[in-house]
């Protein structure tokens, strides 16, 4: 530092009286100059003169700068907390703000106990210093102590809290965490509280006493409950949109219109309240919370995404003897629903927009709704023909008045794929193997196109097909499918068949629906039957060919989503087969079927942002049913129905394939029945209840009860006498098709005496099952 600018800084002058206060002055003046670390100052008296001297030793200057010893926390989030500058003077309480720094990091992450010190080296540049930081272990909570809660208890409490003390067990660490500490006072415990109805809940001491040398910590809560609120009045001001009975149906301190997810979410929180001894019309903060939300969502469902729902909660408490008591009140203001003005799409280099467009369930002009939006975006992510998570729709505003643009951004990925492989069994089992090709997206016009050969020592299957679900830029579907089959099923002993065909398919969009459409089918097929098994005893009239010829009829209805393992959503299908007669062929006939499955989401953990995959438990009910008037003739083995397992014919888990007969449960003995003609019915009827996990796009698991029998004829359909069943089971989605396996209870199955002999049933499948 140039010696002038050091005697500015003493600014003592030749000539000036001199005393201790200027002395301080110029010793303080250049100590803030940051340069030094020592300053001496000496006076000799030469004659009538004094000289005033200053011994100054400066600061080394700094050269280079390193940390050393983080693991758990990132070297690059250590680093950027040491904010000192290379080449300028070693300033030591900035060394010390560094240290506490890091320290103050490693307490935010839990590490109470890590330790940083600094080092000092010297090299070419200078001074190095090394700030060295020894983590030690994270601080584990050993306990967790509450004082004042009277109401909740104690095990409630710590249950809602993130921070948990630690067990026996391994994963339960009891790691400390102070951004989770900080959650759980300001919202975990306050929550927790709210369930009850106290509302006026404070935390009034948090203390976390640590022991050092062991890492433990004792969390030391107090709180203050105050006055537990039941409900008292409810109104609702400002709706237009919807009358204020649309809106109160809403409203969850009542038991009116409340949906099956509704029902089961108050159960749980009724016999959480009946534990806790709370009043009937208790308050619960999180469902009127919770309720506000979905009034929230109704309107932006209608386009109205700039109402505003304010909830009101007052407070009455006159007296000393009064209940404390909220009235609640939902202010609405509406605003105008937003128009859509415009729709775009990027990124789609191969697939034609207009395919993607159909998939899009608003237009220009339309009021804009959040649910369609969903279920656009939904669409388009179950066709398969972009990467995903599909980045979420955009939704800027376009003008002053409120409409929006939707902007939906795509990658394009590979669609097509070939498939092969072979295998070789031992004893019977032979070689077999596969080849297929598979293209969803031909030349990016949404066509499909599947070619598949299967082949070994009991099937030889060769499959093609082709899907336009656009004929000519029309909303009219067409299939074309060719087929030659030769299998042999060992299971029930069938015997071998070899069936030859095809089948034209065309769909046809209802009026003012956009879910149901109408399919008209024609197929032909020509089959033959082996000389083993119960396909050697069918005879085709003298000739070595059956020929079947029918036209069918066919009405569906399906809004599921999250496919291939519905949350929400249902399916309706109605068909209608009509064989022989006019048409030709070996046998005439008429059969027809009905099948109704319905999904509903009762909880969801994770993510709730589109293109996340949150873990959902689901409800499902499904029925089907089916008669055949006419006799089947030659084709009975596949255009009857048969009842039990999952590998043929309808399903009913718990039992053995074919042992659910027109005449009852058949007693197979060896755990397998021999399929047989008394085996296959003209009517039969199923139905079915799951609770499933929804853990991933690929992964399902479920609790199941199923029932249902087959009779002889549609006449004889009895729907009192039903055989039943229950278990658990898994599917798993592998690249080469749905994999499940279930074990089902069969109740009423029974022995060779005719008693009852319930049992466990083990089943595999493979192949479609949703």
């Not at 755990?671 to 991933?696: P, Q």
Request: net charge neutral; with cysteine.
């Amino acid at each position: 530092m140039a010696e002038s600018a050091l005697r500015g800084d003493v600014a003592i002058v030749g000539g000036a009286a001199l005393n201790y206060r200027s002395l301080q002055r110029a010793i303080k003046s250049l100590y803030a100059t940051a340069q030094f670390e020592d300053i001496q100052v000496r006076c000799e008296v030469v004659g009538e003169r004094a000289i005033l001297s200053f011994e100054l030793k400066e600061r080394p200057l700094l050269g280079e700068v390193d940390v050393r010893g983080p693991e758990r926390v990132a070297v690059g989030t250590v680093r950027d907390q040491v904010d000192i500058l290379i080449g300028r003077p070693i300033d030591p309480s900035q060394i010390a703000r560094v240290l506490a720094r890091i320290d103050s990091l490693y307490a935010t992450k839990g590490y109470y106990l890590a330790q940083a010190r600094a080092e000092t080296t010297q090299v070419a540049a200078g001074t190095k210093i090394t700030f060295v930081v020894n983590e030690g272990n994270r601080l584990a909570v050993s306990g967790i102590q509450i004082d004042g809660n009277q109401k909740v208890s104690d095990r409630e409490l710590v249950r809602a809290m993130q921070t948990k003390p630690e067990g026996f067990f391994w994963w339960k660490k009891g790691e400390f965490d102070d951004d989770k500490y900080t959650s759980d006072l300001t919202e975990k415990i306050p929550q927790a509280y709210a369930k009850h109805g106290f509302v006026d809940v404070q935390v009034v001491r948090d203390t976390l006493i640590i022991d050092r040398e062991r890492g433990k910590a004792l969390v030391d809560l107090q709180v203050a409950e105050g006055p537990q609120y039941v409900v008292g009045e409810f109104e609702v001001n400002g709706a237009r949109r919807f009358s204020s009975d649309e809106i109160r149906r809403f409203y969850p301190f009542t038991d009116r219109g409340k949906t099956l997810k509704q029902t089961v979410t108050d159960l749980a929180g009724a016999l959480r309240r009946q534990a806790a001894k709370d009043p009937t019309n208790v308050f619960d903060a999180t469902r009127w919370e919770a309720a506000t939300g979905q009034v929230q969502e109704a309107y932006m469902n209608e386009g109205y995404i700039r109402a505003q729902v304010r909830p009101i909660v007052e407070r009455l408490k006159v007296g000393s003897d009064s209940v404390p008591t909220v009235n609640l009140r939902w202010e609405i203001d509406e605003q105008s629903p937003a128009i859509v003005n415009r729709i775009e799409i990027m990124g789609n280099d191969l697939t034609v927009e207009s395919c993607i467009r159909d998939q899009v369930l608003m237009l220009p002009g339309d009021v804009f709704k959040r649910d369609l939006l969903m279920r656009s975006y939904q669409s388009i992510s179950s066709m398969n023909f972009f990467e995903t998570p599909i980045p979420n729709p955009e939704t800027p505003f376009a003008n002053d008045q409120g409409d929006i643009d939707i902007i939906f951004r795509l990658k394009e990925k590979k669609t097509g794929n070939v498939q092969f492989g072979a295998s070789v069994g031992q004893g019977m089992g032979g070689i077999g193997g596969f080849i297929g090709f598979d293209q969803p997206n031909l030349f990016g016009l949404c066509k499909q196109g599947a070619l598949r050969w299967q082949f070994g020592q009991y099937i030889n299957d060769f499959n093609m097909s082709y899907t336009d679900p656009r004929i000519r830029q029309t909303r009219v579907s067409g299939t074309v499918n060719a087929y030659h089959t030769r299998s042999r099923f060992i299971v029930g002993d069938l015997g071998r068949t070899t069936r030859a065909g095809g089948t034209l398919r065309f769909g046809f969009p209802l009026p003012r629906t956009r879910w149901t459409r109408l399919f008209l089918e024609y197929g032909g097929e020509s089959v033959t039957y082996g000389e083993e098994g119960l396909t050697s005893t069918i005879s085709c009239g003298g000739g070595t060919n059956c020929i079947r010829s029918s036209v069918g009829f066919t009405v569906d209805r399906d809004t599921r989503i999250d496919m291939p393992f519905p949350t929400f959503g249902a399916h309706h299908a109605l068909s209608a087969q009509f064989n022989g007669g006019p048409l030709g062929g070996s046998a005439a006939y008429q059969r027809y079927t009905s099948e109704i499955r319905g999904y509903s989401t009762l909880a969801t953990f994770g993510g709730s942002a589109p293109g996340s995959n949150p873990l959902k438990v689901v409800a499902g009910l499904s029925t089907k049913a089916g008669a055949l008037f006419g006799n089947p003739g030659p084709f009975f083995i596949y255009q009857q129905f048969s009842l039990g397992g999952v590998q043929y014919g309808e399903q009913l888990r718990g039992y053995e394939e074919f042992s659910i007969t027109p005449f009852g449960y058949l007693f197979g003995g060896t755990g397998t029945e021999r399929a047989a003609v008394e085996s296959f019915g003209s009517a039969f009827f199923t139905t079915s209840a799951e609770i499933g996990l929804r853990v991933s796009p690929q992964l399902y698991l479920s609790s199941f009860f199923d029932a249902g029998n087959v009779w002889a004829r549609p006449k004889d359909f009895n729907p009192t006498r039903l055989f039943r069943g229950a278990g658990f089971g898994a599917a798993l989605v592998t690249p080469l098709g749905p994999l499940g396996i279930d074990m089902g209870y069969g109740f009423d199955r029974t022995d060779s005496a005719g008693r009852r002999a319930p049992a466990w049933q083990v089943h595999f499948k493979f192949g479609q099952f949703f």
